[in-house]
């Protein structure tokens, strides 16, 4: 027994010592980049240096490969340390790119190779990778911290929305919905949340939603928490050019499921809590309360609608309406699983909206 | 051998035994009491004059009662004792005693008249509490005794007094509730004491090793302490106190794992209070054990563990360091442990160079030289302080020497060697025994009811029984007073 039990020790001590990944001889890959550029599939790789003598911080590599994997190896001759993808932050990808190709395919080896981190936010970049990742902000963290950054406080305005690996490879899975990333843009030689990018049900990127829009979008995810704010003009209140800024601060939004007459029907009913967070416009607001109401209500409808519309339009379903058609008439909804952007291209959706204003805020 | 009747004999004998020593007092006198001649024998080093000469001298020289024999001697001393054997005669000189020989007499009287350099009684050293007494043990075994009686004025409190020793006599003295403490446990300690075989067993911490039950082991299994308040806790709970003569610690067993992180302390102070403490301690001890190595682990193998914004700063803080992470940690931490040894045998006034020129040279210059990197000073920084946070000290050396073979074992295997080294440390102290009963108690075995004295203190009033651990026989310890 005490012969075994010190074997066993010695053949610990013995097994693979040459397995370690010493953080000094890494080449760590925070933020990587896949761009196309007239055929080739370029890929870049942004990561930190941690040495006295270098100048940068930051080294940048670009290889051209017919994938991510062979980029590695690629990468791996240009980098000095070992080049590994277990920290990777952000991955950039041009929407040239996402246009031409289905991105999945793309990004298979970060699914399948689990020492790659799979909770890397995706991003589509408008505009030329290269410019992103060798772009030098001195007023900006690392580029990784500072895309990240960017990325997850836009997220919590909802003008972004903030979607990793994980989440982009579960709304593909999801028959009853499609994916959508965040995008970025470079705006005056800085970099900038630019909405988000909508995929259709194969992983191709198909539109976009402006930084104006995305909050409707989450509102209609349900995503309302912490708050969902939003400007709107006040000129059928007042007659003049003046704004209100609202922010929807807790709501309700219900799905109400039904197929007639060959297609499905969604009504959409959203109660929103909302408090005034700024008023430009000259109004008493405990006077006109209930048309202010009615005109937040008028505004989120107005809005939503025209969301749905494009979603139909362009027969993607990132809210999410397929999950409902699922739920509740499954039996329509087997048939048309498998082109679920169609259906939903054919489907009535109708939105009715109640507001009220919870606060005047502060001051009123 | 007898002791010879003729006063002649006996100073020949007293000659032949004692050749060179020259504080033996042989004083012969013509006592009028007896109206014979009597030798007093002491050692005058060893023995208190003043006794002597008040208590003993002057009764002799000048009280004028008649005695006919040894029993009506007057002398006054409370503590009395005859003998006819030479041995015991020898014994007691050495232990201070004065002997009287009578001419014609085949017995001699041992006189209680000890007095030896001895040190006040003081505020305890190594284990200072804020509430607690502020007496500490001293050197002396029945000064040690008095000051536990004064604590339990009970006629269950026994103390069983052996002598351990060839050559030292040390007395070990044996204190324990006889109607808590479980008879088996109290003789397998009496056995194991009364087997020890050597010349002489100069501290406490000698006894405990003669007599430990797993001595490759690198905890403690029997607790050290200088508190009497503290002994007396123990007792309580139906541990036995051992009491060393010449030594200012006391030993008590059996003891159970966690109660090396408990101090008199938790017991005085607001229970959610206590609790918080031994929380704390809890955390240091794995931070104690665990942190170099978790910093290793993480360096050498698992980048992925560390947060974006940590692992920036603690490459770009490695990026002048040189050495592998196992070896900067092992550097760092032997410096830190050279400084405690430094600072611990140094008297003080030099011992504050040593913390200057330590912070110095660690903190700043290392660093600045590029030898190590900042986080690595912070990390043995912290695994430093855990392990002065550990009340016991021999359980928090045992955390400190515990902590190099983790680092080791996490330079090879991550935080899979990590993971193996606490199985083996769980799997070592769910082993161990503590005179027979479970170390690990109340964790293995589990005891769900002595939880609430572990890592947590709940209020004094709800803690109705004595804790399992060293098996008393008395489980109720008071009766429900409070809701």
């Known amino acids: 027994m005490k012969a075994a039990a010190l074997l066993l020790c010695v053949a610990l001590f013995l097994s693979g010592c040459g397995m370690n990944t010493k953080l000094d001889s890494l080449t760590m890959t925070l933020t990587l980049g896949l761009d196309t550029d007239g055929g080739k599939l370029l890929s870049y790789s942004s990561s930190p240096v941690f040495n006295k003598d270098a100048k940068e911080h930051t080294e940048v590599i670009e290889v051209n490969a017919s994938s991510l994997r062979e980029g590695r190896y690629k990468i791996d001759l240009f980098a000095s340390g070992r080049a590994v993808g277990g920290k990777i932050q952000n991955v950039v990808i041009g929407k040239a790119l996402a246009k031409k190709k289905e991105i999945p395919s793309l990004l298979d080896v970060l699914y399948r190779d689990p020492k790659n981190s799979t909770t890397a936010l995706l991003i589509v970049y408008d505009g030329p990778v290269k410019e992103l990742m060798e772009s030098k902000q001195k007023d900006k963290p690392r580029l990784a911290v500072a895309i990240k950054d960017l990325i997850m406080t836009t997220a919590v305005d909802k003008q972004t929305v903030k979607t990793n690996l994980l989440d982009f490879h579960r709304t593909l899975f999801d028959k009853g919905c499609t994916p959508f990333a965040s995008e970025m843009t470079r705006k005056n030689g800085k970099m900038m949340a630019n909405g988000t990018a909508l995929f259709d049900n194969k992983g191709k990127y198909v539109t976009s939603l402006s930084p104006k829009e995305t909050p409707f979008l989450q509102l209609l995810r349900k995503e309302i928490k912490p708050a969902i704010p939003f400007t709107l003009r006040t000129a059928a209140l007042t007659g003049k050019k003046e704004n209100i800024s609202v922010s929807i601060e807790h709501g309700k939004v219900r799905y109400e499921t039904r197929y007639r007459n060959g297609r499905f029907q969604f009504h959409v009913q959203i109660d929103a809590g909302v408090i005034i967070t700024e008023k430009i416009a000259d109004i008493d607001i405990s006077k006109k309360q209930k048309k202010l109401e009615k005109m937040i209500a008028h505004e989120i409808k107005t809005k939503t609608t025209a969301l749905v519309k494009t979603f139909q339009h362009h027969h993607v379903d990132p809210v999410g309406f397929g999950l409902y058609a699922r739920a509740y008439e499954y039996d329509h909804w087997k048939k048309v699983e498998n082109d679920w952007g169609k259906a939903f291209a054919a489907a009535d959706v109708s939105v009715s909206v109640k507001a009220k204003v919870i606060s005047y805020g502060v001051i009123h | 051998m007898w002791i010879p009747s003729s006063l002649a004999e006996v100073e ?109 009684i003081a505020e305890p050293q190594v284990e200072s509490s804020i509430k607690g007494a502020h007496q500490g043990f001293i050197e002396t075994s029945g000064k040690n005794i008095a000051l536990i009686r004064r604590y339990l004025p009970n006629r269950e409190l026994k103390v069983k007094e052996l002598v351990v020793g060839r050559r030292g006599k040390t007395k070990v003295a044996l204190l324990y509730l006889e109607d808590v403490t479980h008879p088996e446990v109290l003789k397998e300690l009496e056995d194991r004491i009364r087997m020890i075989d050597v010349d002489a067993v100069v501290n406490t911490g000698e006894l405990m090793q003669l007599i430990e039950d797993n001595p490759f082991s690198p905890f403690p299994q029997f607790l050290l302490t200088e508190r009497p308040d503290a002994a007396v806790s123990n007792l309580l709970q139906g541990r036995i106190v051992v009491v060393v003569d010449r030594s200012p610690s006391v030993m008590i067993a059996p003891m159970s794992f966690i109660a090396f992180f408990q101090t008199i302390d938790d017991y005085s102070t607001r229970w959610m209070i206590a609790t918080f403490l031994r929380l704390l301690r809890t955390l240091a001890f794995f931070i104690a054990i665990f942190l170099p190595s978790l910093y290793i682990a993480a360096i050498s193998f698992h980048y992925e563990l560390l947060p974006l914004n940590l692992i920036l700063t603690v490459g770009e803080s490695r990026e002048q360091v040189p050495l592998p992470p196992i070896l900067e940690a092992i550097l760092m931490e032997l410096a830190i442990e050279m400084l405690r040894e430094a600072g611990l045998r140094l008297p003080a006034p030099i011992g504050q160079t040593v913390g200057i020129v330590g912070g110095v040279v660690i903190g700043q210059a290392a660093v600045q030289a590029g030898l190590v990197s900042n986080i690595m000073v912070v990390v043995v920084a912290i695994t430093a302080i855990g392990s002065f946070i550990i009340p016991n000290p021999d359980m928090s050396e045992s955390v400190r020497l515990i902590r190099f073979p983790m680092m080791i074992v996490s330079s090879l295997f991550g935080v899979i060697g990590m993971a193996i080294g606490l199985m083996i440390l769980v799997i070592h102290l769910a082993c161990l025994e503590s005179l027979g009963t479970p170390f690990g108690s109340p964790f293995a075995p589990v005891r769900f009811r002595d939880w609430k004295d572990t890592v947590v203190r709940f209020p004094l009033w709800t803690m109705r029984s004595r804790p399992l651990s060293a098996h008393p026989i008395q489980l109720k310890r008071q009766t429900k007073t409070r809701k």
């Open chain 2, 12 to 120: 020949a004998t007293i000659q032949a035994t004692w050749g060179e020593t020259p504080d033996l007092v042989v004083c012969r006198l013509n006592v009028r009491q007896l109206k014979k001649d009597v030798v007093l024998l002491y050692l005058d080093s060893l023995a208190d004059k003043n006794s002597i000469n008040n208590n003993v001298l002057q009764p002799l020289l000048f009280e004028t009662h008649d005695a006919t024999n040894v029993e009506e001697v007057a002398v006054l001393i409370g503590q009395k004792k005859y003998t006819n054997l030479w041995s015991e005669v020898e014994t007691a000189v050495f232990q201070g005693e004065s002997v009287l020989f009578i001419d014609g007499e085949q017995q001699a009287l041992l006189l209680d008249t000890q007095g030896w350099p001895q040190r006040a």
